[in-house]
């Protein structure tokens, strides 16, 4: 069963994560002539950029679960699986103490808060930079 905290957090994160990640189709639909060409490149982006968010959570979140509480809320895919199951931020085989977990869930809700911040303060920077340079764009790609 998942906590009250997982199905509140999880759907806002999702959101957060899909924003950044439409944003930066928006970006490079702007910046290429082709749609295809846009759709690949921006695919390729944020796939890479998380395929290595969600490779430094693993790392990170080996060094102990405190950290990967911290870490993983900033990674797409870890963050899901944190949220949900909040026993995976342990080492396998270990059982955590009620202590350990209350810990845990609540640097994981404390961390999960600020990433959506992060993620929606990068999503409307990149949309207000968008913004203003778009007569720009479309000027340069018209020429």
């Avoid at 439409?22 to 982006?45: D, Y």
């Avoid at 202590?99 to 609540?106: A, F, G, H, P």
Wanted: include cysteine; aromatic fraction near 10%.
């Amino acid at each position: 069963m998942t906590s009250l905290e997982a199905a509140l957090l999880t759907p806002l994160l999702m959101i957060a994560f899909a924003a950044l990640a439409a944003m930066v189709g928006l970006q490079f639909s702007l910046l290429s002539r082709k749609t295809v060409q846009a759709v690949m490149i921006s695919t390729g982006i944020v796939m890479g950029a998380a395929g290595l968010l969600w490779g430094c959570g693993i790392v990170m979140g080996n060094a102990g679960h405190y950290v990967a509480g911290v870490v993983w809320p900033f990674t797409p895919f870890p963050a899901v699986q944190a949220l949900i199951d909040p026993g995976s931020l342990f080492e396998t085989g270990s059982s955590p103490s009620g202590t350990d977990m209350l810990n845990v869930r609540i640097t994981r809700l404390v961390f999960s808060l600020v990433s959506m911040a992060v993620y929606a303060a990068v999503t409307y920077s990149l949309y207000k930079n968008m913004v203003r340079s778009f007569d720009m764009t479309v000027r340069r790609q018209s020429a």
